[in-house]
Structures are given as structure tokens and as C-alpha cells.
């Protein structure tokens, strides 16, 4: 090969000169960026340093503050001890037993938090864990705030200065440090974080930013939905209706944002947006309508105009509105100043602005929001509440808000200057121009932010702080896993089994209740969270406390003094309620800082059989002039008491007791359970249970299994079918009582059933007074029917059901009662059965005035058909497998009563696995458990076990598919999941197609 071949060879390979210099920009322009990415990343790093040096001392405040702080800290601690004694995750049918009579967890506060916790809870102990979270979340929101500046400023200096201000402002800690309210504390941190996605995603374009702005927004929706109804959520709204950025948004795109981010974060948090968020928005929003009635000045139950003589109600109005101020005053003031004169300076860029509607749409969202939060503190200050609930939770949003306007300000301002960087002057000294309003801002910082003022905040929160409200005080300095150990054996008397779970105590004093579960797993009779029952269904609740506590007009107990219910009556009542709700212990009479006082009835020996009372060492002076102070030598006791054993009875127990149906509606049972307790008829005696109003959603051989069937208030689907089960359960010896007094089908017909004391019945008025004739026999005897009160509601016409004439009775009927000549109770023997009937709505006439002659007479005719007498069972042989799952052994006994709440999902079985009907019985709502066998069957063993509503493993499935597929959309542009999945989709939805489209050709 000749020199020139190979020159010409040589020539070829090498480069051309451009190519080699393009390639050198490239290896230096990657090395630039990577040298930029290392400093930006260095500089969130050392800035993040910075914020969590502000944040130790408050940190540290806060977990070594004694008494620790926080109303409600110790309900936190409630629910993760509960996690992690019966659940290592927490399921959809997860059952909590130890309040209420129990019910669903899924019922329940949102629990994603408190699932959350169990890491630190495991490695902190249980108080000090439950702390600790709370502490993190002050770590993430203010990590969060910083991100959510600097993308809306595109300045780490700024971000840094204005999420120290955001720390360092009192208004943030309220829902800590006062009420304890640790989930609604932790949901704080999400108005940044989702905030920062949001704004990250709508200025990059980029859709995996919205992907986990909805997961971060559906994780909150189930650890606590409030803060989200009424503070991130329209934050996001507005912003996504607004926002763009530094490029335009097409409308089509925004509404495809704004369908994108509220559905998918509505189905990665469907379980707590259908329990929790979606009727507390319904019902705020019918709230807010209602509040709005009124004038602004009315003020938590005194006049809207209060004279000047009202010195409580002006003082009321006074301290409601003040209120308002700490919406400034709370809030770090340079944060104010900066917001003002940011405001001004960017005004003027609008002059020579391009894209000044962009740059209005950009700060419009912002400054929309901000006036919204003001407004909204204003009108809560007017008693106007828009989903807030209480003053703790007013303020926090606001030193974000400011600080996030003053962020948008500063970064639309610094857009406006950036226009001009194709001048040539403008493109070298911007860089200099940066530097330099960099170190002011942190100088400024530095100077208006010095070591002092961590300690002046810690001061405040400290004034605004409540220790949290556990009674005895000790609880609440004593939080070591060691130190509770030994509290454990101080604070219950020897005679009592705090772990017992088939027993209960009642204690009137809510700062025990909130405690007590964290230490003992006894169930207790009352809770600290209201259960999730509606309004109507806490009759029962009412009454316990009515019974068990006093008035304030005196000792006794409130059902006698405030309701005027007769004195033996009240007595009656309180055996019959301590037997049905298993109430071995009660708690009280001894000085807390709340009522802790019982109705003095309950302490009788009548009805206790022990007292005994625990002291412990520990007490705090909250209200001392000079600041609160805690005294280790003084001592604070709890006095219990042991009820008398043979009035009560377990929770799970075998049962001989008379089984009694009652076929009519929640009123009805209502009724008739009262009219039991004045007798009291207790679970010893007789149960009446319930499934359904319908006479014919029974069976022959459903009714079998009970010894009576009670039919008032009462329907039907079909007349005939219905009466026929009626009669054919009398014809095989069932026992019935039937009362058609009130607006029933059977009130007024003229084609009754065969076995009715007579053909046709008419419905009216009879008459007020009572001028009777009384039948002979056992039934009318030691009932003194003069002192029946008068037939009369509410001042007008008491309507009677009564045979039309009295030709038309049943020649075998016997007459037990006419008034005024018509005949209003009566009975008939029916093959081997008997039905006994009364016309003048007799249940609900005994319990209107307490009449102690109607209820004997009522007594009577029930007595007549089963018999009332205890029927004692051996102690229950049972297993607490967990609370979803019990066993018991029947011992041949004729039915299961399990004295917990029968919500839809529990589910009984013989040990053969035969199903066996759920019924609803005892004074409460839903009603106890109760499982009657039929006289074929025997089981020796009843499992019973709660599964939970289908429609909420639906709704987590739901859940947690949309996290599944939204994750892989982010991790992996949805090559492992969706696209896969999209494709079988398409070929089984692609046949389906092909066949529409021949349909549409044909």
C-alpha cells in the first residue's frame, strides 16, 4: 500500500472539526448539568439541614413536655394499640369490641394513620410512638412546604426563608399541642405535598407528577378527610382551573387534569371518601345553608341580640370574634410584610409583562385561595362554620396560604424580569443579579428569624397547649412502656379482672374511658369516639347514661329528675340494663376534673356488692394563677364498684332464657324494650328479638323456635301468606300477641283472619276516660284499670281499633277488657295455640306515662303466653379467638346470646358448619346477637364470626387496584401492568365490537 493510500485512509477516519467540537459541547454541557444537578441537590440538602435544625427544638419540646401535651393524644394510642393486638394489618372486617357494644372498624374514624404509627409504636413504646409519628409529620409537611415554594418561586432561598416563617408560625400547631388530634395533625401535611405535585405536574406537563399528586391525595383521603374537604381540595380546584404556568392550557387539558386528579385520588381513597368524606360533606353543606338562617352575631346557644344585662352572652360574642385576629397575630409578621411588597413590585412588572393574562391566571388561583381561608376563619368568628368544627382546626392553613401567594408573587415577578434575557446586558449580569437577591433573602432570614425565635414560638404553642386529658394525671407523666407495667397493678382493685372480655365496665368518666383500653382489654359499657350509629338508634345509649347518672337539678338520676320517670321505675330499669350490658364494674363518685358523679340510687346495695377505691401518687394543678404545675406527692383515686352478681350476665353465654319474636318496625322494638325494662324482664328471663317488620319474610319453622310471637307495628308483603304462617304457627300451639291500635292494615278491615277474636274492626275515637268492664280471669287480676291514664296524645283523639259491633266477636273469644262498651283486649284460644289481641296501641300507652296498672296488665296477658321465670345456665365455656371470631358451648341450652352490636356481617355456624339465623335483641341499636335453635337442633358448640360487608372488600380491592396500576403507570410508563391488561381488554372487547358494528350495518 503507497503513503498516499494510506494518508487518504487516514483522512477518512478522522472527524470532521464541527462534529469533534458538537461532541465536546456535549461531554461538557452534560458535565455542566451534572455539576448543576449536584449543587441544586447539595443546596436542598444543606436547606433541608436548616429546616430540621428550626424544627429539633420544637420537636424536642414536644416529646419531652411534661405532662405531655394534646387533649386527645391518648385516642391515637387507642387505635394502634387495638392494631396491633388483634390485627397485623387492618382489615375490612375487622370488628372493634371495646367500646359501644363494638362495631365495624370500617365504620369507624378513617385508620390508614393509625396503621401508619405501628413502625413507631414498635420501636418507641405505645405513647411515645404514637408521638414520635406526630412528630414526623411535622417533618414531612415542613420538608413538603419547602418543595411546594420553590416550585412555585423556582427559588431555594426563598422557599427556605418562607417554610422557617410557615414552621415558626403558632397557627400550625393548634391541632397538636391542643387537642391532640394527631390524624387531623398529620393530614396538615398534605395541603404542601399535594399542593407541590399538583404544581409540578401542571408546570412540567408531565402526567406521573399527577399520578402521585391522586395517590397522596387518596392516602390521606383514608387517614383523615377533613382537611381535605375544606382546605386541598378547592386549593386544588382553583389551581387547576386557573393555573398553567409558563405555557398556555388548553380548557379540554385542564378538564382532563381536573377529571384525571379528583377521580383517581377518590378511587385510591374510596373507602374513606364513602364513610367519611362524602357525608360530612352533605351534611356540612346542609349545615352551612341552616347556619346562614341566622344572624352572624348568634353565638353558641345564647340570643342573636343579647341585652346588655347578658354579660355571658356579650363576653361569648366577644372571645368568638376576637378569635379571628390570630389569623395575623399567629402568623410569623414578616410573612405579611413580604406579601404586601411583593404584591406592589409585581403590579409594576404587569406594565411591560407579556402574557399578562397568563401572569394574572397564574396568581389568581393563589390569591382566590387565600381569600377564601380569611374568609372562612371571619365567618367561623361569626359563627358560621364551612367545614371547619373547631377553633384548633381554623388556622393552620394559613401560614401556607400566605407563604404560597408570596412564592407565586415572587416567582411570577421574577418571570416578568427573565423576558428580557435576550438583551445582551440583561443575559450577563442576571446571573449576578440572582446571587446577590439570594444572599439578601438570606440575610433577611437570618435577621428577621434569630435563635430567639424558636424559643418565643415554643412559648406560644406552649399557652395555646392542653395537657392531654387522661385521668388520673399520672397517665400522663408516666408514658414508658416500663412505667405503664406497673400502673397496670395500681389502678384496678383486686377483686376486678381487668382483661376479662366477657364482661364489662361502665364509666361515666370520659378521661378514664379514653385510657382504659390502651392498658386492659375488658370491654367497656360507653366509649370515648361516638359509635357510628345514626341519631335515632342512640335511644339505648341514652338511656344507660340517663339511668346511671344524675341530674343537674339534684342526685338522682337524670331519668327521674329531668324526665320524670317514676322513682321504682328507674330501679327496674337499672337492673335491666346492667343484666343486658353485662355492666359487672362500674367506675365512679370520685373527684376528676370532669363529672364522674352517679345517680346515688346506683350505689345501693341493692345493687353493688364490693367497693373498693385505688390511690395513686400524681396530680396536676391545671388552673393555678401562676401556670400549670404538677405535684407528685399529692394523690388522685378511682373508687369501683362491684355490681351484685346475680343481676348480671355475660357477654357470650349459652341461654335458656324465654325466646320471644317481634315482628314490627325500630319503633316498635323501641317500645317494647322499655315496657321491658320497667318490669325488668332482663336477658335472664325473656329475650325479643327481631329480624324484620314483614310477617311473611318469617317462616312456619322460623317461628317454631320461639315460645311467643309479638306482632305490632307491623307489615306485610302479602295479607295471605302472611296470616297463614300466623295460623298455622297457632294451630301447632305457638302463642301470639297481636296489637292493632296503631294506623295497621288490621286497625279498620272488614275481612280478618279466621282466628281473631272477631271478623271486622274499626278504628276511632272511644272516648278519653276509662269506664271498663273487665273480663274474669287470671290475666285482668291485680290490675287496677281505674288508674289507667287517659286515652289522649298530645291534647288530642287516642284512636282505638275495636270490633265494630259486638256481634261480630269470635263466639270461643274471651273478653278481657271493654271500655265505654267497646271491646279493646280480648283472646282466643286456636287449635293447641293461643293468640291474645288488644286495640288501643297498649305497649306504647304503658311506657307514655310509666302507668305501673297498664304495664301489670300487659304483663299479664305476656305471662299468660310464656313463662318470665330466670332460667340460670352454667358459667359460659368460650373462646375469645380474636374479636371477629368467638366460640362457645351451648351445654344444651336452647339458643346463644352474644352481647354484641348484630351489625349485617355477623355470621353464626354449628360445628357441623350449618348456618344459623342472626336475630336482633336487647336495648340498643342495632341489638345484641342472639341465635335461637330450632327444636331439631342441638348444637354443642356456636361459632360466630363477623366478616364484613362485601361492598367494603369491594371498595379496598377498588383501592388498591388503582394504587397498583398507578404506581406502574409512574415506575414503569405502565409496560407491566396496564398496557398488558389495556391489550387482553381490547381483545375480548374487540369480538363485542365487530358485532355492534355488524348490528349498526344490518
Keep these: 500500500m503507497s503513503e498516499d493510500q494510506i494518508n487518504i485512509n487516514e483522512d477518512k477516519n478522522k472527524e470532521p472539526p464541527d462534529l469533534q467540537l458538537s461532541t465536546l459541547r456535549k461531554v461538557i454541557n452534560k458535565a455542566v448539568a451534572v455539576i448543576l444537578l449536584v449543587v441544586s441537590l447539595s443546596f436542598h440538602l444543606v436547606a433541608i439541614g436548616i429546616i430540621y435544625k428550626v424544627l429539633e427544638p420544637i420537636i424536642s419540646w414536644y416529646l419531652t413536655k411534661s405532662p405531655i401535651r394534646g387533649i386527645d393524644t391518648f385516642l391515637s394510642a387507642v387505635y394502634v394499640n387495638y392494631i396491633l393486638k388483634w390485627h397485623d394489618f387492618l382489615r375490612p372486617e375487622a370488628w372493634k369490641y371495646i367500646w359501644f357494644g363494638g362495631y365495624p372498624f370500617s365504620l369507624d374514624y378513617p385508620s390508614l394513620y393509625f396503621l401508619a404509627m405501628t413502625p413507631f409504636v414498635n420501636r418507641f413504646g405505645l405513647i411515645s410512638g404514637v408521638m414520635h409519628f406526630a412528630a414526623f409529620g411535622l417533618v414531612v409537611f415542613a420538608i413538603s412546604s419547602y418543595f411546594f415554594y420553590h416550585e412555585l418561586s423556582k427559588n431555594r432561598s426563598l422557599a427556605l426563608v418562607l417554610t422557617i416563617a410557615t414552621i415558626l408560625s403558632a397557627n400550625l400547631y393548634r391541632a397538636l399541642v391542643w387537642a391532640g388530634g394527631i390524624p387531623f395533625w398529620t393530614t396538615q401535611a398534605f395541603y404542601p405535598l399535594v399542593g407541590f405535585l399538583i404544581i409540578k405536574a401542571l408546570n412540567s406537563r408531565n402526567a406521573k407528577w399527577f399520578y402521585l399528586a391522586a395517590i397522596a391525595a387518596g392516602l390521606g383521603l383514608m387517614g383523615h378527610p377533613q382537611g381535605f ?204 443579579f440572582l446571587l446577590i437577591l439570594n444572599m439578601a433573602i438570606l440575610v433577611v432570614g437570618y435577621l428577621v428569624f434569630p435563635p430567639v425565635t424558636v424559643k418565643n414560638l415554643i412559648t406560644r404553642i406552649d399557652s395555646l397547649s392542653n395537657p392531654s386529658s387522661p385521668y388520673p ?30 364482661q364489662r365496665l361502665y364509666v361515666i368518666d370520659a378521661t378514664v374511658n379514653l385510657w382504659w383500653t390502651t392498658m386492659y382489654e375488658m370491654p367497656l359499657a360507653r366509649g370515648y369516639v361516638d359509635p357510628p350509629i345514626p341519631n335515632t338508634g342512640r335511644w339505648g345509649l341514652f338511656w344507660l347514661d340517663s339511668v346511671m347518672g344524675p341530674s343537674g337539678k339534684g342526685s338522682e338520676a337524670s331519668l327521674i329528675l329531668d324526665w320524670e320517670t317514676p322513682e321504682n321505675v328507674v330501679f327496674e330499669n337499672t337492673k335491666f340494663l346492667l343484666d343486658w350490658n353485662s355492666i359487672y364494674y362500674i367506675l365512679g363518685n370520685y373527684s376528676g376534673d370532669v363529672p364522674t358523679i352517679l345517680a346515688k340510687h346506683v350505689t345501693d346495695p341493692d345493687y353493688i356488692e364490693k367497693t373498693a377505691e385505688v390511690t395513686v401518687k400524681g396530680a ?156 274474669e280471669g287470671s290475666i285482668t287480676k291485680e290490675v287496677d284499670f281505674n288508674k289507667f291514664s287517659p286515652l289522649i296524645f298530645d291534647g288530642g283523639v287516642w284512636n282505638v281499633s275495636h270490633p265494630e259491633k259486638n256481634g261480630d266477636l269470635n263466639s270461643s273469644a274471651e273478653v278481657l277488657l271493654r271500655n265505654n262498651g267497646k271491646v279493646v283486649a280480648a283472646s282466643m284460644n286456636v287449635g293447641s295455640g293461643k293468640l291474645s289481641w288488644t286495640g288501643f296501641n297498649l305497649p306504647y300507652h304503658v311506657i307514655r306515662d310509666y302507668n305501673e296498672q297498664e304495664a301489670n296488665f300487659l304483663t299479664n296477658i305476656l305471662d299468660s303466653l310464656v313463662d318470665f321465670s330466670i332460667k340460670n345456665t352454667q358459667s359460659p365455656n368460650y373462646q375469645f379467638i380474636s374479636p371477629e371470631r368467638r366460640v362457645v358451648q351451648t351445654d344444651g341450652a336452647r339458643a346463644v346470646l352474644f352481647k354484641e352490636e348484630a351489625f349485617p356481617s355477623w355470621v353464626a355456624k354449628t360445628e357441623k358448619g350449618q348456618k344459623l339465623t342472626v336475630y336482633k335483641a336487647g336495648p340498643t341499636y342495632p341489638g345484641y346477637v342472639y341465635v335461637p335453635f330450632s327444636s331439631d337442633l342441638k348444637p354443642s358448640q356456636v361459632i360466630l364470626s363477623f366478616n364484613g360487608a362485601l361492598k367494603w372488600w369491594i371498595y379496598h380491592l377498588i383501592s388498591l387496584l388503582t394504587l397498583i396500576f398507578l404506581l406502574d403507570r409512574i415506575l414503569t410508563g405502565g409496560h407491566l401492568l396496564v398496557k398488558p391488561v389495556g391489550k387482553v381488554v381490547s381483545v375480548i372487547v374487540r369480538p363485542t365490537k365487530t358485532w355492534w358494528q355488524k348490528e349498526d350495518e344490518e
Design 473 to 502: 394525671d399520672i397517665l400522663n407523666i408516666k408514658i414508658s412502656t416500663t412505667e405503664r407495667e406497673e400502673l397496670k397493678q395500681q389502678l384496678v382493685p383486686k377483686f376486678l379482672d381487668p382483661n376479662d372480655k366477657n
Design 620 to 775: 396536676m394543678d391545671r388552673y393555678n394563677p401562676s401556670g400549670e404545675r404538677f405535684e407528685p406527692d399529692k394523690t388522685q383515686s378511682l373508687i369501683y364498684y362491684k355490681v351484685r352478681p346475680e343481676l348480671v350476665s355475660p357477654i357470650l353465654t349459652p341461654s335458656n332464657a324465654t325466646p320471644v319474636l317481634l315482628i314490627g318496625d325500630s319503633s316498635a322494638y323501641d317500645t317494647i324494650y322499655r315496657y321491658l325494662g320497667m318490669k325488668n324482664l332482663n336477658s335472664q328471663k325473656i329475650i325479643v328479638s327481631t329480624r324484620s317488620k314483614f310477617i311473611d319474610d318469617h317462616t312456619l319453622k322460623e317461628l317454631k323456635k320461639f315460645d311467643a310471637v309479638i306482632i305490632y307495628r307491623y307489615d306485610y308483603h302479602r295479607g295471605s301468606k302472611a296470616w297463614k304462617i300466623i295460623g298455622d304457627y297457632l294451630k301447632d300451639g305457638g302463642k301470639v300477641y297481636i296489637d292493632t291500635g296503631p294506623d295497621v292494615k288490621e286497625a279498620a278491615s272488614n275481612n280478618l283472619p279466621e282466628y281473631f277474636p272477631f271478623r271486622k274492626s274499626v278504628r276511632g275515637d272511644i272516648g278519653r276516660d276509662w269506664n271498663v268492664e273487665v273480663g
Design 229 to 432: 374537604l375544606n382546605v386541598i381540595f378547592p386549593f386544588c380546584l382553583l389551581v387547576l382551573i386557573f393555573y398553567s404556568g409558563r405555557d398556555h392550557l388548553r380548557f379540554r387539558k385542564r378538564l382532563g387534569y381536573i377529571l384525571t386528579f379528583f377521580g383517581l385520588s377518590f378511587l385510591v381513597g374510596l373507602p374513606g371518601v364513602l364513610l367519611d368524606f362524602l357525608p360530612t360533606f352533605f351534611q356540612g353543606f346542609l349545615q352551612i345553608f341552616a347556619t346562614f338562617g341566622t344572624r352572624f352575631g348568634k353565638a353558641q346557644g345564647i340570643e342573636t341580640t343579647p341585652t346588655l344585662t347578658d354579660t355571658t352572652g356579650l363576653e361569648i360574642i366577644k372571645f368568638t370574634r376576637d378569635q379571628f385576629n390570630y389569623v395575623f397575630s399567629d402568623t410569623q409578621q414578616f410573612v405579611w410584610f413580604f406579601l404586601s411588597t411583593l404584591a406592589i413590585v409585581w403590579c409594576f412588572t404587569l406594565i411591560y409583562r407579556n402574557h399578562r393574562i397568563r401572569g394574572l391566571l397564574n396568581i389568581l388561583p393563589f390569591t382566590l385561595f387565600f381569600g377564601y381561608e380569611i374568609s372562612v376563619v371571619f365567618l367561623f368568628s361569626r359563627n358560621i362554620d364551612i367545614y371547619i368544627g373547631g377553633w384548633y382546626k381554623a388556622f393552620w392553613s394559613i401560614p401556607v396560604a400566605t407563604s404560597a401567594l408570596v412564592a407565586v408573587f415572587f416567582g411570577q415577578t421574577i418571570d416578568s424580569f427573565l423576558q428580557f434575557e435576550k438583551i445582551k446586558f440583561f443575559k450577563y449580569s442576571k446571573w449576578p
